[in-house]
């Protein structure tokens, strides 16, 4: 009986094993070298927080929510059809704050509701 074949693969089989252990250990270390150095590192930045006070409310008081009917702000024409409209030419909100500011409602007797079969109207 010849076992020269399987004392080789056992031989090679070994050598696998103990490849991937010190591989396994060269790895850890590396990380273990990697939060040691990460530590020093932030161990000698200054700390951002500072002893002075924190952020403090404005002194009318908190802000509130505030309640307003807007509507749409139209794009400005540019005076030559030629001519192309800059950012700064252009509105910062699409919207505006409407002259009258009291809420629409529906008007009684439309179809308003929910398969009412039709949009409704508004006052």
């Not at 020093?40 to 700390?47: A, D, F, K, L």
């Not at 009258?100 to 308003?112: A, L, V």
């Amino acid at each position: 009986m010849d076992t020269t074949y399987h004392v080789a693969a056992g031989a090679g089989t070994g050598f696998g094993y103990l490849a991937i252990v010190v591989a396994g250990v060269a790895v850890t270390a590396a990380l273990v070298w990697a939060v040691r150095l990460g530590m020093r590192v932030r161990g000698r930045e200054h700390s951002h927080i500072g002893a002075g006070p924190g952020p403090r409310p404005p002194r009318g008081g908190p802000v509130r929510e505030t309640h307003e009917m807007r509507e749409p702000d139209e794009v400005p024409r540019a005076a030559d059809e030629s001519e192309r409209l800059t950012p700064y030419q252009m509105h910062s909100s699409g919207s505006k704050r409407a002259e009258d500011q009291t809420r629409r409602r529906w008007e009684p007797g439309s179809s308003g509701s929910f398969g009412g079969g039709g949009g409704g109207r508004t006052k």
